[in-house]
């Protein structure tokens, strides 16, 4: 495949990371030393009104040399945002262009006033003689508004963090470990206390617990141990130590029981999928409810279609017994156990967040037309809770369709089917179903099928016109393969494959319109239709780049 331009690829660096097929880890640091350089910079600005040129001098040439350093940075990154945008005319005009000059201009114009007057790099003098520059500096403070490029970086970010911190506050008990904290302290501290208020009016300065500090000293011995600690002088001191020894060893216990738990728990989950902590609000995941054979295989599809970037949440009242295959193919499944229809557990699935959800047959409810019934409930139940999520079903006798057709955007795969058809295709045209298997495997060497809106450019032209449009195009390969012209209201049921005038279509049919979606086979998605933020975030799209 050509290598894209230059200026391609720089823009696609300096856009902010969101994990798409063309975007490359390096996109992802760039975010990253950026957003470190604006809350260093940031920080720079109050410390260079509390150290100033008279009183520290030195400490103040540290702070220029760092401002100098990250206004380079700033100016760096505009001249590449500028060089790699699809306009160079308009930039500079566009809103973050405007935050990303003022981040940068008044330090940049301060350097080249104290060189111009013959001050040095570090304008030790030159700022006296700079009122407007000195003025115009306080706009670096601008430089909070350039968060706003990566707001939704950073919201992906924050979620990521909340669910890995839930994980992980609920695998290691860390709420349970953190109140045993809270009550050991308070113990400490009212037990230091309160013993040295009485060994001081009833046993005067005698004593070790006479000494304040020291009392600590001698009551967190007590709590711990009991062991080598100071004996009181007085006797209503020696009941106090003695109630601080079994709070001791009540704590002590708890904690020593906590930490068995959690090495009780790991040993027992090892080898299987974590389970889902509970009250954790899982956003942007797919759901799974049920297992069977095909979940480790669906899995697998659905991590490389969406590249890792969402959660799994597995759900089945024998979801807890799920093993991990490959841990890191599973390190970002959870599993939920419970009935799908109930509705503690519905409500443990977080469904309004979520991003798809499928449903597969189970193994373990008796003949195939009891199965899809179960699966029918488990869709209503979901739809109840939130009736435009993107649903698919897996069914296992074609009469159950006629019962799915209620289900509203719902995609219902029966295996029955697919399978006669294959079996043909096998005996027409041998070898040809491993073409099928490759366009049905989501890997990252091979082409995929894509849906993508219609160029502005080929509205009005036919479709063949459109086919020739694209083998021309250099820059990615492209083979269309059909229009999807699916009325919004019952998406995913008028598709056309290839349309001729030799199959039936009129020329005015054959012309595309503003609203058709063209379906393609491309190595990635296409650049033309690049799904935005509300496009992955809502579940219209499954590829998640």
């Known amino acids: 495949m050509k290598r894209p331009p230059l200026r391609y690829r720089i823009r696609r660096i300096m856009e902010p990371y969101n994990a798409e097929p063309d975007q490359t880890k390096l996109s992802l640091w760039v975010d990253l030393f950026i957003l470190f350089s604006i809350v260093s910079s940031c920080l720079l600005i109050p410390f260079e009104h509390l150290y100033s040129t008279d009183t520290h001098p030195f400490l103040h040439k540290v ?109 290691y008990r860390l709420g349970r470990l953190a109140r045993l904290l809270v009550m050991t302290l308070i113990a400490w501290v009212l037990g230091a206390n309160i013993v040295h208020l009485t060994e001081r009016m ?37 009941i106090e130590i003695v109630v601080l020894l079994f709070v001791g060893i009540v704590l002590v216990g708890m904690l020593t029981g906590e930490i068995v738990g959690v090495v009780m728990r790991s040993m027992d989950r090892h080898g299987r999928v974590p389970l889902k902590p509970p009250g954790l609000v899982l956003e942007q995941h797919i759901l ?88 029918l409930m488990q869709a209503v139940a979901i739809t109840a809770r939130r009736k435009d999520i993107p649903l698919t079903l897996e069914l296992e006798d074609r009469e159950s369709l006629r019962y799915a057709r209620a289900l509203r955007g719902a995609e219902c795969i029966v295996s ?14 041998p070898g040809v179903t491993e073409v099928y298997d490759e366009l049905l495997t989501f890997t990252d060497d091979s082409s995929e099928i894509y849906a993508a809106p219609c160029p502005e450019a080929l509205v009005g032209l036919s479709y063949a016109q459109a086919q020739l449009y694209f083998l021309d195009a250099d820059e990615e390969a492209l083979v269309l393969l059909g229009i999807d012209r699916s009325p919004a209201d019952e998406v995913y049921t008028r ?51």
């Not at 330090?107 to 030790?124: D, E, K, M, P």
């Open 202 to 238: 009833f046993g005067g300065d005698a004593g070790t617990y006479a000494d304040y500090w020291r009392s600590y000293w001698e009551i967190i011995v007590v709590l711990i141990s009991g062991m080598d600690a100071s004996r009181p002088v007085t006797l209503l001191g020696s």
């Open 495 to 545: 598709f056309y494959l290839h349309p001729t005038a030799s199959a039936g279509f009129s020329e005015e049919e054959l012309k595309l319109k503003a609203e058709d979606r063209l379906i393609f086979i491309a190595y990635q998605r296409p650049s033309f239709a690049k799904p935005d933020e509300e496009d992955l975030w809502s579940g219209r799209i499954l590829v998640r780049p």
């Open 416 to 429: 029955q089917p697919y399978g006669e058809l294959m079996l043909c295709q096998a005996v027409l045209n």
């Open 63 to 171: 702070l220029w040399v760092g401002e100098v350093f990250f206004s380079l940075v700033f100016t760096i990154e505009y001249g590449l945002r500028w060089f790699g945008s699809k306009n160079r005319i308009a930039f500079p005009f566009t809103p973050y262009a405007l935050i990303d000059l003022a981040a940068f201009l008044p330090t940049l114009l301060l350097l080249i006033y104290g060189l111009w007057a013959g001050q040095g790099f570090f304008l030790l003098r030159a700022f006296r003689g700079a009122q407007l520059l000195r003025t115009l500096r306080i706009l670096r403070l601008l430089r909070i508004l350039k968060f706003l490029r990566h707001g939704y970086a950073m919201y992906r970010l924050a979620v990521e963090l909340r669910i890995w911190s839930g994980a992980i506050i609920y695998h």
């Open 288 to 375: 799974i409810l049920g297992w069977n054979g095909h979940l480790d295989n669906v899995i697998r599809q659905i991590r490389a279609a969406l590249h890792g970037h969402h959660y799994i949440l597995i759900v089945s009242p024998d979801a807890d017994q799920i093993p991990i295959i490959n841990p890191e193919v599973y390190r970002r499944v959870l599993v939920l156990v419970g009935e799908p229809t109930q509705g503690e557990v519905l409500d443990e699935m977080s469904i309004p967040r979520a991003l798809r959800a499928i449903i597969l047959s189970g193994d373990r409810y008796g003949a195939a037309q009891d199965r899809d019934n179960h699966t």
